[in-house]
């Protein structure tokens, strides 16, 4: 039983780093935009592999791949692929900061989900929706502005939000019996193969534009995705997904404080309240459970 507890405690740990990396990442992909948010996101994930097949070599010794891990790595990958696109595009109309909030009401969603899998939901799930939902209008809406001026990069990023969620589903499914870092070379190269197609379908790729954000695509491709999403799968092995999701969630914290750090952004005070909300409601939903339900499992 202790030796368990050390290795949750430990995969807490790796949750906590990789919720530093991501949140910094924001800053990369709003500045990596220089090249086209395809042509970063396809270029990101690649390098993405090319980190992790060295790592997999000396840890595993071989390339062989388990159908769990193969079929973990695909479903990741699609998640992914659609997530990533639309925050990466997102970031070309809202802030680094803002982004970094809104797609963290995965952590809302996740216990969401739960619901249409069959399982109970408590009055509390309830409130933190309402919460999120007025959290989110405060830091998307300007002063005065109705719903029809909302931001479609704040749009984006809350879209990508349910693809993060189904992400964070799919490697709970599958982490407990994948190989870890195989599996998410595996998910990175998938979302590198679709988003090679968007990428010459939609944009036209340079190697100048590429150079001009090649710092911005290093952090992202090496730290993000190489290091940060296998974090992200090796961390959730031993870890309940609503709780990883909150403790990745804190990648909004880091966002805001990066983009604050190294781009100068502020948030005014309506959007200082829906953070505020939003992290409230993000609490919610990992307070003690109780036994009254709303709907219980069958």
């Not at 909302?150 to 190989?179: H, P, W």
């Amino acid at each position: 039983m202790k030796g368990a507890g050390s290795r949750q405690a430990l995969h807490i740990g790796l949750l906590f780093l990789t919720a530093m990396i991501w949140g910094a990442a924001f800053v990369a992909q709003s500045a990596g935009n220089v090249m086209g948010p395809f042509t970063f996101n396809c270029l990101r994930n690649g390098l993405g592999v090319l980190v992790l097949i060295p790592f997999i070599r000396f840890f595993y010794g071989n390339l062989h791949l388990d159908r769990d891990t193969l079929k973990g790595g695909i479903c990741c990958g699609l998640c992914l692929f659609a997530a990533s696109n639309l925050q990466q595009v997102g970031l070309q109309y809202t802030t680094p900061g803002k982004s970094g909030f809104i797609t963290a009401s995965y952590m809302i969603l996740v216990p969401i989900v739960g619901f249409f899998l069959g399982r109970g939901i408590q009055r509390r799930i309830l409130l933190a929706v309402l919460l999120g939902a007025a959290g989110l209008y405060f830091l998307c809406m300007p002063g005065g502005e109705g719903i029809g001026k909302l931001n479609q990069g704040d749009v984006m990023s809350f879209l990508c939000a349910f693809f993060y969620t189904a992400q964070i589903l799919c490697i709970d499914r599958f982490s407990k019996r994948a190989e870890g870092v195989k599996m998410a070379c595996i998910q990175f190269l998938t979302a590198a193969i679709l988003g090679a197609g968007l990428m010459l379908a939609f944009e036209s790729p340079s190697l100048p534009a590429i150079r001009q954000g090649l710092l911005p695509l290093l952090y992202a491709g090496a730290l993000s995705s190489g290091v940060g999403y296998t974090l992200q799968i090796v961390g959730q092995k031993t870890v309940d997904p609503s709780i990883a999701a909150l403790i990745m969630s804190l990648e909004s914290c880091f966002a805001v404080l990066a983009g604050w750090l190294l781009l100068g952004d502020r948030l005014d005070g309506r959007e200082f309240l829906g953070c505020v909300l939003m992290f409230g409601a993000i609490i919610l939903t990992q307070l003690p459970e109780k036994r009254s339900h709303i709907c219980t499992e069958s």
